[in-house]
């Protein structure tokens, strides 16, 4: 998953060249038209602002909502639906609800935090940091609490940018650091038995 259009880019060609050699020259051709070059070439994650949909169509991610509290999944003819949502946006518009557009920080994003270490950060100069994952790179910036990595693009939060504000007592979204990063026990009693391949 890429964070940059170099990133991409770089990906994109070693992708290419490799179906290319394996006799996939066709479909190389194809995907590089349609899905590189073409019209529609805009879908990679980094495309969207972090934390919105990069879905083709963000209407998607609203079927389930329609379906389930609308029209109660009957199947509706074409004009009662298009009644039905406008007679719901006129009640939802007199609510005056305030939309929260805050991160959520989740148990994975914890997770994630947790297993960081003071080791994969390295201070460029004051609010910006180059983190190191599995040889994986990122730059971190403290200033709009932004990151490179592609799950800060998909949740505008990322387990890096929660492992520095609990280090360095800041809040983002609904994360507060106060004590010791808190995460769920694996559930069952733990594993007694050794790998059966281990060496001894």
Partial sequence: ESSSDSEFNCFAKKALAKWRRNNLKSFADHFEKEWIEGPFSNWQIYQTPPGYSSSNSIIESHNRTVKVSFTLKKRLSILKTLELLQEKCIYICHLNLKL?????????????????????????????????????????????LSCECVDYFDKKVCSHLVYMAHKLGFNIGDYKPDGQFVTLKKRGRPRLATNALRKD
Avoid: M, W, Y
């Fill in 100 to 144: 929260n557009n805050e991160p959520k920080i989740n148990l994975e994003i914890k997770k994630g935090a947790c297993e960081l270490a003071d080791k994969n950060f390295k201070k460029i100069r004051d609010s910006f940091f180059l983190v190191t994952v599995n040889q994986i790179k990122f730059h971190l910036n403290l200033d709009d």
